[in-house]
């Protein structure tokens, strides 16, 4: 929890109350070699790190990418006319999805990597020095 900046979990839920439950997401604090090995048993997940102490685990259909998919369906927008910025490996496919994929100057290599575009750390204005490298700032 202090990792992740989070308040107001308990620690003291039975995983029997949750067992049952559709899941979404799941956050383990686990090392890389565990999440290889787990994931072995999860084939319709996908994991990605923006942290090296811990994973995300999603279903393969509800990662950032498919949410960008599903608001642009609603809203009749093409995906080349998308932006996506990311710094983590959780940002990944939304990066590759996107119309521009941007990586902030602080990103994972692996998010640079997959971008179109690197601007500089988020603390140091990247989203507004991206959309005016564009030229989308009037």
Same mark, same amino acid.
Do not use: C, L, Q
């Given at each position: 929890r202090q990792m992740l900046n989070v308040r107001g979990l308990s620690e003291d839920v039975p995983v029997e109350s949750v067992l049952g439950q559709s899941v979404l997401q799941l956050t383990p604090i686990i090392s890389q070699e565990d999440e290889e090995l787990i994931m072995r048993s999860l084939p319709d997940c996908t994991s990605c790190r923006w942290h090296p102490d811990f994973a995300d685990i999603t279903m393969k259909s509800a990662d950032k990418g498919m949410g960008l998919y599903? $608001?642009? /369906?609603?809203?009749? *927008?093409?995906?080349?006319?998308?932006?996506?910025? +990311?710094? +983590?490996?959780?940002?990944?496919? $939304? $990066?590759?999805? /996107? +119309? $521009?994929?941007? /990586?902030? +100057?602080?990103?994972?290599?692996?998010?640079? /990597?997959?971008?179109?575009? *690197?601007?500089?750390?988020?603390?140091?204005?990247?989203i507004w020095n991206a959309l005016e490298h564009f030229g989308l700032l009037k």
């Open positions: 599903a $608001i642009i /369906a609603r809203h009749g *927008i093409k995906p080349e006319e998308t932006m996506a910025f +990311g710094d +983590g490996g959780n940002d990944m496919s $939304i $990066i590759k999805k /996107a +119309g $521009i994929g941007v /990586a902030m +100057g602080n990103a994972w290599p692996d998010a640079r /990597a997959a971008a179109d575009y *690197i601007t500089t750390d988020v603390d140091k204005d990247g």
